[in-house]
T-cell receptor, first 113, second 109 residues
Framework: EAQVTQNPRYLITVTGKKLTVTCSQNMNHEYMSWYRQDPGLGLRQIYYSMNVEVTDKGDVPEGYKVSRKEKRNFPLILESPSPNQTSLYFC????????????FGPGTRLTVT | QQPVQSPQAVILREGEDAVINCSSSKALYSVHWYRQKHGEAPVFLMILLKGGEQKGHEKISASFNEKKQQSSLYLTASQLSYSGTYFCGTQKDADKLIFGTGTRLQVFP
């Protein structure tokens, strides 16, 4: 089944404790992206990657890191999480960036205390 | 710059029609439309590229006015399954996708 998977789905952590949220897609998509969703603010792009080893900042990249060593995986790293990073995170992928929609993963709900 | 969606919320009875608008202050390359049901991930509905084309998907269609930098989503003869939050996403270039804050649609029997 074609899908985007994220792990973990739920995470409660403490301020400053490094964490990684994994994202994997099995559709051989070139483009992958991370978004955060907060009430009243919609979906905001954190980072995106147009191909392996190519990543770029979205609108809210502060406090996050990403890497794209393989086509299928695009982990999101929070080196020192803070409470303002409490949010619902979505990973998405698409075959390209031109004229094509994105497939979203199920989401990861992160709480930082 | 986030696109502006209007209205913020819509309440409908089954069978009624609705229009959701999306406006940008920047020249656009494309407009995406997604629907998100409560507790689920957004699902892609359709994409419109500059050129003013209109697209349709069953009773849901959309238009894109490139000159006005606006797109509208038309929901005809709404069904209960149409309930959810609708997001437009705009691209100035073929890379970043910037989403609006969403329009919540509720359809009642």
């Amino acid at each position: 089944e074609a899908q985007v998977t994220q792990n973990p789905r739920y995470l409660i952590t403490v301020t400053g404790k490094k964490l990684t949220v994994t994202c994997s897609q099995n559709m051989n998509h070139e483009y992958m992206s991370w978004y955060r969703q907060d009430p009243g603010l919609g979906l905001r792009q954190i980072y995106y990657s147009m191909n392996v080893e190519v990543t770029d900042k979205g609108d809210v990249p502060e406090g996050y890191k990403v890497s794209r060593k393989e086509k299928r995986n695009f982990p999101l790293i929070l080196e020192s999480p803070s409470p303002n990073q409490t949010s619902l995170y979505f990973c998405a992928s698409s075959p390209g960036t031109s004229g094509i929609g994105q497939y979203f993963g199920p989401g990861t709900r992160l709480t930082v205390t | 710059q986030q696109p502006v969606q209007s209205p913020q919320a819509v309440i409908l009875r089954e069978g009624e029609d609705a229009v959701i608008n999306c406006s940008s202050s920047k020249a656009l390359y494309s407009v995406h439309w997604y629907r998100q049901k409560h507790g689920e991930a957004p699902v892609f509905l359709m994409i419109l590229l500059k050129g003013g084309e209109q697209k349709g998907h069953e009773k849901i269609s959309a238009s894109f006015n490139e000159k006005k930098q606006q797109s509208s989503l038309y929901l005809t003869a709404s069904q209960l399954s149409y309930s959810g939050t609708y997001f437009c996403g705009t691209q100035k270039d073929a890379d970043k996708l910037i989403f609006g804050t969403g329009t919540r649609l509720q359809v009642f029997p």
